[in-house]
């Protein structure tokens, strides 16, 4: 836990032959809440006997126990044989610059507006959420305040819409996303 904290870039190293343990879930889910950058390694890949659909197969595996890290890179290796090792390096450094981007709110604005017109926030009890503007306020992890008439209003599934809007517009690959609902003064 202290090294989670201590760290930017969390490496989720994955047991190819054990499959997903649910320490592992634990541990890249404590990451997640921790706000770091996370990369999947599965490990020991030249150990398990494979075809044409293994490694697909594998990865639909781990998007589907963890869900909540659909953001996060994977990265097949062997560290025995060295296989694919070299991918790593690059990709920690680009989920690093990700983790720290900071995006000019003309264009963060320019993105959740396309969204709501796309797909306006839903009613409740009669009332229909407004968003006024969005601005960045942190790296590592990002985080962005939209500002609204009524927090209260804003649904998480629209929340998760308007993160994943985002994602499609910048680089935030390997990184987690904050978005703050908070009430214009």
Known sequence: MRAI???????????AEEGIREQDKRIA???????????????????IEKDEKTM?????????????????PIVFV?????????????LI????????LRVQSSMLN?????AVAMNPAPMDKGKRLKIFYTTQVAVKPP????????????????????????????????TPIRVIPRKRK
Do not use: C
Request: hydrophobic residues 45%.
């Open 5 to 15: 904290e201590r760290s930017d870039v969390v490496l989720v190293v994955l047991n």
């Open 29 to 47: 889910g404590y990451a997640h809440d921790a706000g770091r950058a996370i990369i999947i390694v599965v490990n020991k890949w030249d150990a």
């Open 56 to 72: 697909k197969a594998f990865t639909e595996d781990i998007r589907e126990q963890f869900q909540f890290l659909d953001y996060a």
């Open 78 to 90: 062997s560290a025995k044989t060295k296989q694919r090792l070299a991918n790593i390096f690059p």
């Open 93 to 100: 450094n680009q989920v690093s610059e990700n983790h720290s």
């Open 110 to 114: 320019d993105v959740i507006s396309d």
């Open 143 to 174: 985080a962005f305040v939209v500002f609204v008439n009524e927090p209260e209003l804003m649904h998480f599934s629209y929340e998760r819409f308007l993160e994943n809007r985002i994602r499609e517009a910048f680089p935030f690959e390997g």
